[in-house]
């Protein structure tokens, strides 16, 4: 129940059938230069006891309440589909080809909510705050290291049902560089 979308596009930009495994991790094959993950985990609520997986309609004195969203966007390696947008509820997209570059270099990156730039997004890379973005949704970023690179940018907006109090949505763009690939 927790997976709720999984897009996987070819080289040249065509969406291709990924197979998902139904075992816990669970496994997605495919022959993907683009892989977007979206999954939720429901609604959460504080309450003085801890925090419950449960709408606050469904428990006794609640705090605070979130809808949650978790989105994973990996790069295979180079292709022109890599700087695509997919018009995910939230989405990190390269504005150039990150595996052009090196160690140290700059990579620029927009948040988009269903296709449109976010201003104000916290982007983080490797679990550090590095900036928010702009009115067109941009940031740059310094990459620090070869290997994985993890990018991750979070969102929250308020929730319009008595359920919860706002929804929160957080992307990562992960790709390889150097070696690694």
Same mark, same amino acid.
């Given at each position: @129940? /927790?997976?709720?979308? *999984?897009v996987c $596009? !070819?080289?040249?930009?065509? %969406?291709?059938a990924?197979s998902v495994g *139904?075992g816990h991790?669970?496994q997605?094959?495919? @022959?993907?230069?683009v892989l977007?993950? $979206? ?6 609520t504080?309450t ?10 469904e428990?006794?004195?609640?705090l605070k309440?979130w %809808? &949650? +969203?978790? &989105?994973?966007?990996h790069?295979a390696g180079p292709?022109p589909? /890599? *700087?695509?947008?997919? =018009?995910?509820?939230l989405?990190i997209v390269p504005?150039?080809?990150? +595996?052009a570059l090196r @160690?140290g !270099?700059k990579?620029?990156? #927009?948040?988009?909510a269903?296709?449109?730039p976010v201003?104000?997004?916290v982007?983080?890379? !490797?679990?550090?705050?590095?900036g928010?973005t702009?009115?067109e949704g941009t940031?740059? /970023? #310094?990459?620090?290291?070869d =290997? $994985?690179?993890?990018i991750?940018?979070?969102v929250?907006?308020?929730?319009? =049902?008595?359920e919860? !109090?706002?929804? /929160?949505? *957080?992307?990562a ?5 150097? &070696?690694a690939?």
């Amino acid at each position: @129940d /927790i997976l709720k979308s *999984t897009v996987c $596009l !070819d080289p040249a930009g065509g %969406r291709r059938a990924a197979s998902v495994g *139904t075992g816990h991790p669970v496994q997605i094959e495919g @022959d993907c230069a683009v892989l977007f993950v $979206l999954t939720s985990s429901g609604y959460w609520t504080k309450t003085p006891a801890g925090t419950r997986n449960l709408p606050k309609t469904e428990v006794a004195t609640p705090l605070k309440a979130w %809808r &949650s +969203f978790e &989105s994973v966007k990996h790069l295979a390696g180079p292709a022109p589909v /890599i *700087t695509a947008t997919l =018009g995910a509820p939230l989405e990190i997209v390269p504005v150039q080809d990150p +595996f052009a570059l090196r @160690d140290g !270099d700059k990579l620029t990156v #927009r948040v988009l909510a269903d296709g449109k730039p976010v201003a104000g997004a916290v982007v983080s890379y !490797d679990g550090k705050a590095r900036g928010e973005t702009a009115g067109e949704g941009t940031v740059n /970023i #310094r990459l620090r290291h070869d =290997g $994985l690179q993890l990018i991750q940018a979070t969102v929250r907006t308020p929730h319009a =049902g008595p359920e919860a !109090d706002e929804v /929160i949505h *957080t992307t990562a763009l992960t790709f390889a560089l150097g &070696s690694a690939r």
